[in-house]
């Protein structure tokens, strides 16, 4: 059974940082495709980054490009979510997903596995 526990969501201030992992275990870390979304209180679940399974292809959300980064490290088996400048519309529970290899990530449907959600509350 594949499990992925997030962490590091916390209350920050506009214009602070920080930093979200994801670790994963019951499978083969190298084996999945990985994603981030969030859901603010009232809204729908929103893509907000995807990396691939080598960590050489990511992808991100209008909303938070040149102020998000994708990355993961195979050793620890955990991929993270650097935030910078964060704003107040940055405000929500994100959750960490896998999918298999090669496929697409914009989508909630396209994940099978997912996280717990940690919430970011970004005062102004």
């Known amino acids: 059974q594949v499990q992925l526990i997030e962490s590091g969501g916390t209350l920050v201030q506009a214009g602070d940082s920080l930093r979200l992992s994801c670790t994963v275990s019951g499978g083969t870390f190298s084996g999945y495709d990985m994603g981030w979304f969030r859901q603010a209180p009232g809204k729908e679940r929103e893509f907000v980054a995807a990396?691939?399974?080598?960590?050489?292809?990511?992808e991100y959300a209008d909303s938070v490009k040149a102020r998000f980064t994708n990355t993961r490290d195979r050793a620890k088996n955990t991929v993270y979510l650097q935030m910078s400048n964060l704003k107040p519309e940055d405000t929500a529970v994100y959750y960490c997903?896998?999918?298999?290899?090669?496929?697409?990530?914009?989508?909630?449907?396209?994940?099978?596995?997912w996280g717990q959600g940690t919430p970011v509350t970004v005062s102004s």
């Open positions: 997903a896998a999918r298999p290899r090669y496929t697409g990530y914009l989508h909630t449907y396209q994940y099978a596995y």
């Open positions: 990396i691939n399974w080598s960590g050489g292809i990511t």
